[in-house]
């Protein structure tokens, strides 16, 4: 295979990218920068570290990477985040008045590079000021792991390990710091917790690392690993937010996610990072019988944008609704890589993606319904919809069942279209201008997944957001 000079120099750059994390890696896990973990601690991140020493970052033969290129992202060298950046009290309330569906929030954790930030934070455990105390337990993961670490220590990495894959073994690699949320028995959180993952841009590079890469700034790499776990009988919602300061930077996250018996979750994901940027998440959950799950992913930022969901149904009972909504223009990538695993009988499932893309956006949806031996009497139902508003903008969708049981109920579907000219012909008659006739249409595509938010304030923020991404898209598509 004789390769040009461009195709040389990325697979040059993508190999220098992967050993600088390697070098990161090796320097932290012999004792440079690590405050002395538990035994446990240690040895998940040593574990997670020769996972990622022994698969890197997939590459062109992953099939689960068959129409996303990690090679787009390792373009970049990075600088893992050792800590968060000094942002001023104002830039960071600038930034998290900008979030939306934050107004009156009684708890709001706050990230910066994957870091805690506990006094731009409110409610977590301990703090008086969160509006009358939670029914949950909201702590930082480097706090508990130095503190407490037996309330989690059966809980972290035990259901989302190092062979998910490169990304999140790095993850679990540079496991050092993210949100814990724990929820006691029988207790029901009524208002949302909202977790805010604010990224910066690149940061000035120290004498140990500065030297290699000959450039004075470096993108920032950050790793942020969240840790929910709902006890028995008890239910909360969720809101991860994703921003970022303009410019190039690498969201690596994970979110391990746990329900016990009848426990009942809805996790709400909101990507609104800059047009530059890269973001890679790992959603894992395993519910047990009578559990239920709502995932509603909403990505709306970042040039490449990955977001994998794996679900466990392993009691019976449980169910898992994951819903989704993408909006891409310009050269943006998203992709949504979902799993969920019927492990036992009597579970139901139910998953419904829409994207949106203009200019010469691409859209992958990968969904994969995996019904066990003697999982019987189970219900899954998958459906993938996208909407192209320009001749370049390219789908690709690939719904996939693996059925080994006989007594099931499942279906899978996929759609690609356009725009309707009857019905834009009918609102110009209206006296509704070109753009706003196909807004309004485009809005409307995507109203059937911003409508199964049961927050009704939360739906109303994520919608407003959507409207403004859906305008971003068709004024450059016409203008360009």
């Not at 500065?210 to 028995?232: C, F, K, M, T």
């Not at 990507?271 to 709502?294: D, K, N, W």
């Not at 998953?351 to 859209?363: T, W």
């Amino acid at each position: 295979l004789r390769l040009g000079g461009g195709a040389r120099e990325r697979v040059s750059t993508a190999v220098e990218t992967t050993r600088a994390f390697q070098r990161e890696l090796d320097e932290r896990l012999t004792g440079h920068g690590i405050d002395a973990p538990a035994d446990w601690l240690g040895t998940l991140r040593l574990t997670a570290a020769g996972r990622f020493s022994e698969v890197g970052f997939p590459g062109p033969r992953d099939e689960n990477w068959k129409y996303t290129s990690a090679g787009a992202i390792l373009r970049n060298r990075y600088r893992s985040a050792n800590g968060p950046a000094a942002l001023s009290a104002t830039e960071l309330e600038t930034i998290l008045a900008g979030v939306a569906g934050l107004d009156g929030a009684a708890a709001v954790v706050v990230l910066v590079d994957g870091w805690l930030v506990a006094e731009a934070s409110r409610g977590l455990d301990g703090d008086e000021a969160a509006g009358g105390g939670s029914a949950a337990n909201l702590d930082g993961l480097a706090s508990l792991t130095q503190h407490s670490a037996d309330l989690i220590q059966d809980r972290l990495g035990r259901y989302l390990d190092a062979s998910a894959g490169g990304f999140t073994a790095l993850n679990g690699a540079r496991l050092d710091d993210g949100v814990v949320v724990r929820v006691p028995r029988g207790k029901a959180v009524e208002a949302p917790l909202h977790i805010v993952h604010v990224a910066t841009a690149s940061a000035q590079a120290d004498s140990e690392t500065g030297g290699e890469s000959g450039d004075a700034h470096q993108p920032i790499a950050s790793h942020p690993r969240n840790l929910i776990v709902l006890e028995a009988g008890s239910s909360a919602r969720v809101v991860e937010h994703y921003v970022g300061m303009p410019g190039v930077h690498l969201t690596n996250a994970a979110t391990e996610i746990v329900l016990e018996r009848d426990a009942v979750l809805s996790h709400l994901k909101l990507q609104c990072e800059a047009p530059e940027a890269f973001h890679v998440q790992r959603i894992q959950v395993q519910q047990e019988a009578g559990s239920r799950f709502t995932s509603h992913s909403f990505a709306f930022g970042a040039r490449l944008s990955r977001t994998e969901i794996h679900s466990t149904l392993a009691g019976e009972q449980a169910e898992c609704s994951l819903y989704g909504l993408y909006v891409a223009g310009g050269t943006g990538h998203v992709d949504h890589h979902t799993t969920v695993d019927h492990a036992v009988a009597g579970t139901r499932s139910r998953e419904l993606y829409k994207g949106i893309l203009d200019d010469r956006a691409r859209g992958v949806f990968t969904g994969k319904v995996l019904v066990r031996r003697d999982a019987q009497q189970i219900s899954a139902e998958q459906s993938n919809k996208n909407l192209l508003l320009a001749d370049g903008a390219v789908a690709q969708t690939r719904p996939q069942l693996e059925i080994y049981a006989d007594d099931v109920k499942c279906s899978h579907g996929a759609a690609i279209g356009r725009l309707d000219d009857d019905a834009l012909f009918y609102l110009r008659q209206r006296g509704i201008g070109a753009a706003e006739a196909r807004i309004l249409m485009t809005q409307g595509f995507g109203m059937e997944i911003t409508e199964t938010i049961e927050d009704e304030a939360l739906a109303s923020a994520v919608q407003t957001v959507a409207r403004e991404r859906i305008e971003r898209a068709i004024g450059a598509g016409e203008s360009s």
